[in-house]
């Protein structure tokens, strides 16, 4: 079992035995379902997709070297998980794509990845990102897309969000994970651009993407209309 799996195996047997003293037992994977938007309330404008993919922000793997039954170790080669769904919301939207990378690459063995992402989300770390959003103004929507590391953002999502004011624009979260879901990342959005507007998340596990595009296109259609 990966050694996050292992962590939220544990954390989940905790939160059921809080669930039997008389608190609601949480949503399995805490996986939110999106909820639906109507017309009036999807998000209109320029959009922006922000993406932190793993594949991105470390050299490239060679296959032969990766446990392939792993989708967490898959996830390495290009694109990443992230960037397949940012691809896909391009498409329908006609946004533009931003990968936040971190100035100083990851590893591309999951072991050593893991290691430094919990060291770094242990310290609340900010890693330098390379690269700026041209004309950030200019951007009404910005779908934040990032997978779930260690039950939180990967740090550089927080780098990314602290280098701009996002006030008056909607951001709408978009996560994937092995089996954590958004846990508490849209909150911890909320908490960092207090002056947009957050939607409620979206999430996909990252075995379900394979066969997920035409769901995340007819999602998209749900939280953003052109026009
Ligand atoms: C450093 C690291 C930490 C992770 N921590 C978690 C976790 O706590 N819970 C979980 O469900 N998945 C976790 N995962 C799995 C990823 O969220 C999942 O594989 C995701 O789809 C990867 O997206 P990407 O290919 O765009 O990087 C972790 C993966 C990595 C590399």
Request: proline share 6%; glycine share 6%.
């Amino acid at each position: 079992m990966k050694r996050w799996a292992a962590a939220a195996a544990a954390a989940l047997l905790a939160l059921q035995l809080t669930a039997c003293g008389g608190n609601p037992a949480p949503a399995e994977n805490g996986t939110a379902a999106p909820a639906a938007q109507s017309e009036a309330q999807a998000a209109r404008g320029k959009v922006l997709i922000a993406y932190f993919t793993w594949a991105e922000n470390a050299p490239e793997a060679d296959p032969a070297k990766l446990d392939m039954d792993m989708p967490a170790s898959a996830s390495v080669l290009l694109p990443g998980n992230m960037a397949k769904i940012s691809g896909w919301i391009q498409q329908e939207t006609g946004g533009d794509l931003f990968s936040i990378r971190t100035a100083e690459p990851y590893s591309n063995v999951h072991e050593e990845v893991l290691d430094r992402a919990a060291e770094e989300e242990a310290d609340r770390a900010r890693p330098a990102i390379t690269g700026t959003v041209d004309h950030m103004a200019d951007y009404d929507v910005i779908f934040l897309a990032y997978p779930n590391w260690w039950n939180d953002m990967p740090m550089a999502v927080y780098t990314f969000l602290d280098a701009y004011d996002l006030t008056g624009k909607t951001i709408i979260p978009v996560c994937t994970s092995g089996v954590n879901g958004l846990a508490e990342t849209v909150e911890a959005i909320r908490q960092a651009e207090p002056g947009a507007s957050v939607m409620e998340g979206y999430h996909l596990k990252s075995t379900d993407i394979p066969s997920s595009e035409q769901a995340v296109k007819d999602w998209v259609h749900t939280v953003y209309v052109k026009g």
